[in-house]
């Protein structure tokens, strides 16, 4: 999904598919949830006639199913989901997932962006882990895998402890809803917290009718500094009768590969 359009395109033409597989099994589907281009079923009609269905729609997309695994555990996005055989009913509880080969990364403490963005990693981060979980035990064993997954990462954890033990929404939204959707948003490059301190504290003095808010812009990645294009090198390389249109920005262009003749489409 290399273009900005992609996800769009995908999501409309999933719902194209989507429409024909619900009503051709109306009756048979308890539950069917989608985000783009994946699906979460449950059915009473086996999950093969319903593959075998989405495969027939259009033969350049080609549908897979993952099935639960023998303790009745599968994953969606980044929820897990347990099916418990009860007497009668099935029991189905949800926890947060990550997959196996996560890396355990998330932003640096000492990395050079506001203090504020690794604040609301920790905001949003808590808030997903509470949403997923079903129950409290299941939360608490997300809770300190993902608190230890900051404090591996440099974060400090008495401020990992506070983001975490707090309770109710955060007082920003508190803030928009007082503001009434009226503010102003002014951007500053991002220097250090000292500069940034500075900043908000002479905002707030102004006492203008209309609250002034500083967003903070961290300049270039280093490598994308130092790493510098070469138009004469791009130009020598240019497989193109027209050496120029290598140089040419935002075109989706068409490679056919010499040996195989398969086509790539791909865009600058």
């Not at 033969?59 to 009745?72: V, W």
């Not at 949403?131 to 401020?159: M, Q």
Request: hydrophobic residues 35%; charged residues 25%; contains cysteine.
């Amino acid at each position: 999904m290399g273009n900005n359009l992609s996800p769009l395109l995908a999501i409309i033409y999933m719902d194209f598919i989507e429409r024909q597989i619900i009503s051709h099994f109306k009756n048979e589907i308890l539950m069917w949830v989608r985000y783009i281009d994946d699906i979460f079923i449950i059915s009473t009609t086996p999950l093969s006639l319903i593959l075998d269905k989405c495969n027939i729609i259009d033969k350049n997309i080609k549908f897979t199913c993952e099935l639960p695994t023998a303790s009745g555990d599968i994953p969606f996005l980044d929820t897990l989901v347990h099916f418990k055989n009860q007497s009668v009913n099935i029991d189905i509880t949800c926890e947060l997932y990550s997959k196996p080969m996560h890396s355990g990364h998330v932003l640096p403490w000492i990395s050079h962006v506001p203090l504020q963005q690794k604040m609301a990693l920790l905001r949003t981060e808590r808030l997903r882990t509470i949403r997923n979980c079903t129950s409290s035990e299941l939360e608490t064993a997300a809770i300190e895998r993902h608190k230890e997954r900051f404090i591996s990462n440099g974060y400090p954890k008495k401020v990992v402890e506070e983001h975490y033990c707090k309770n109710g929404s955060s007082s920003r939204r508190k803030d928009r809803r007082k503001d009434n959707g009226k503010v102003i948003y002014l951007r500053y490059p991002y220097i250090n917290e000292k500069y940034a301190i500075k900043i908000r504290n002479i905002l707030k003095k102004t006492k203008l009718p209309v609250p002034i808010k500083p967003i903070f812009i961290t300049a270039a990645p280093l490598r994308t500094q130092l790493r510098k294009s070469n138009p004469e090198a791009i130009k020598h390389a240019c497989i193109s009768e027209d050496s120029c249109i290598c140089l040419k920005k935002n075109i989706v262009y068409e490679i056919t590969c010499k040996i195989c003749q398969e086509k790539y489409i791909g865009e600058t």
